[in-house]
């Protein structure tokens, strides 16, 4: 942990503190994305970090850029509704206007998780068999891989991922079930009874595939993942 005490005149008595109201919040809301490996341009996972950016912080949470959460409120309120309540907004914009008071000093809960799954480790992780080279320069058309899971039998997926080998140049990537009899690589297909063959996707923003207890998206036996990858170039090979 990279937290350093601050010392500060008459200490960090009153107000929010980082340690017991605003690492909570940080943790659940912005790190998934703001931490090493991940979307966010910059980590929130330290103490240093956030009072870093305090005033940036508060004013993206005040007019709701950040957390990132387009659906409009007036439609329903979504399970993984990524929005700030109230009274959490408050709780930021008082700790910055304070001075970002820490609180207890290396008392907060371990905000670095690190890089890897979001989804916990996976069962089975299947890698994309060929190396793909991103050319420096231009449009590149989006690119199809097929793997092959090998599934004997019907296999019902809880929580899938896809995790970019470069993060950089992988601009979004659909992963899509593909059966055994099929042949051109444009083709899509229809499975189950809501007749979705889309497994999973990674665009920016998104997170993994994780289904609730008792909800699985099924991959018939014998078929296929078919992933198609648009790379976007950026200036280097
Ligand atoms: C779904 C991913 C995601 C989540 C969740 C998220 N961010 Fe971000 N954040 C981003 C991305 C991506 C950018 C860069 C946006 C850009 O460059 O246009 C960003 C940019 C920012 C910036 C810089 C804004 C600026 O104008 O310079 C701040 C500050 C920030 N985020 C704070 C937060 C805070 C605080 C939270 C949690 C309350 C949070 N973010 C949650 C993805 C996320």
């Not at 005490?5 to 998934?32: E, K, Q």
């Not at 850029?65 to 439609?75: F, G, K, R």
């Not at 700790?95 to 008071?101: D, E, N, S």
């Not at 820490?102 to 190396?131: M, Q």
């Amino acid at each position: 942990m990279l937290h350093q005490p601050t010392p500060r005149a008459g200490g960090p008595a009153r107000g929010d503190v980082h340690t017991r109201d605003i690492a909570p919040i940080l943790a659940t809301h912005c790190l998934p994305c703001h931490r090493p490996g991940e979307i966010g341009p910059f980590t929130l996972a330290s103490f240093a970090d956030a009072r870093h950016r305090a005033a940036t912080i508060a004013e993206v949470v005040e007019n709701g850029t950040m957390p990132p959460w387009h659906a409009a409120p007036e439609h329903g309120r979504f399970r993984n509704e990524r929005r700030l309540t109230a009274g959490q907004k408050q709780l930021i914009a008082e700790w910055a206007r304070l001075g970002c008071p820490e609180g207890e000093p290396g008392r907060s809960p371990d905000l670095s998780p690190g890089t890897g799954w979001r989804i916990g480790t996976p069962n089975a992780v299947y890698p994309i068999p060929v190396e793909f080279p991103v050319p420096a320069e231009g449009l590149i058309e989006y690119q199809h891989f097929v793997i092959d899971p090998g599934f004997t039998a019907d296999t019902w997926v809880q929580a899938a991922e896809v995790r970019p080998g470069n993060r950089r140049v992988v601009h979004h990537c659909n992963v899509f079930l593909r059966p055994p009899t099929a042949t051109g690589k444009d083709e899509l297909f229809e499975t189950g009874s809501l007749g979705s063959t889309n497994l999973v996707a990674f665009t920016p923003g998104s997170g993994p595939d994780e289904l609730p207890d008792g909800m699985a998206k099924l991959i018939p036996a014998g078929w296929r993942l078919h992933l198609i990858v648009h790379y976007t170039a950026v200036g280097t090979p």
